[in-house]
């Protein structure tokens, strides 16, 4: 399976091609710099110079021969939200299609359905998730969309939920456990969740989804 993890070297991507890597993945881990290329290297990944801003053919070019899309990246501030976590998103799922990528599990966040209920720096962010979001739904791609809550580096719990409130918090390891759980799992196609920190397996929660209705998991 070739899979991509855009966004490596963050924290959450980079906890995902840790996880990839433990289940006898190699992914390809995009980065936009040449630093981080070498200790990717070392660790088992295949890293792959990649920019959210590149030209549609720049794009292209990165994500060919690529089956599977897990995207971890965000703007570095807010204000490059619209360029970065909508503009070069939307360029790279239509990037991802022409090449034939067939499955894009996207990271997005909690909230952006209702954008006031979050702090008011965070709405712009996630007004251009949403409209990426939306593009990827409309997609032809098989898509999955997380959204989390505030993500901590604390250490995994292993467990989660579906119910989001103004308190939850996910951990990035859980996260990560979770995309890299949904890339074979059919229940999670075309479906949006909300997850945070939770009291279910992360296995026995996505294994429940098979029973559930409606494209958005965000009431369990
Ligand atoms: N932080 C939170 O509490 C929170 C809450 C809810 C949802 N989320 C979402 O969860 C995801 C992961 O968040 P995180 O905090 O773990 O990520 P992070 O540590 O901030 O990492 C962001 C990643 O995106 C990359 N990136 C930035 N600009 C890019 C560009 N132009 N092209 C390609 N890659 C680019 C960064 O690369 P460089 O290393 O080169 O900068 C880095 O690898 C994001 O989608 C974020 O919006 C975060």
Known sequence: MRVMVLGATGGSGGRIVNRLLAEGVTPRAAVRGAGPHRALRAAGADPVRFDLLSSPAELAAALDGT????????????????????????????????????????????GVDDPDRLPGLLRSVAAAKRVADDHLTGSALAWTILRPPWLTDEAATGRIAFRVTEQSRLSRTDLAAVAVSAIDRPATHGRILEICNGSTPVERALAGLAAATGPTESAR
């Open 67 to 110: 089956e599977v899309v897990l995207n971890a990246a965000a703007a570095a501030g807010v204000q490059e939200a619209p360029a970065v976590d909508r503009d070069g998103v939307i360029a790279a799922i239509d990037a991802a299609q022409k090449v034939g990528v067939r499955r894009w599990i996207q990271v997005s966040m909690a």
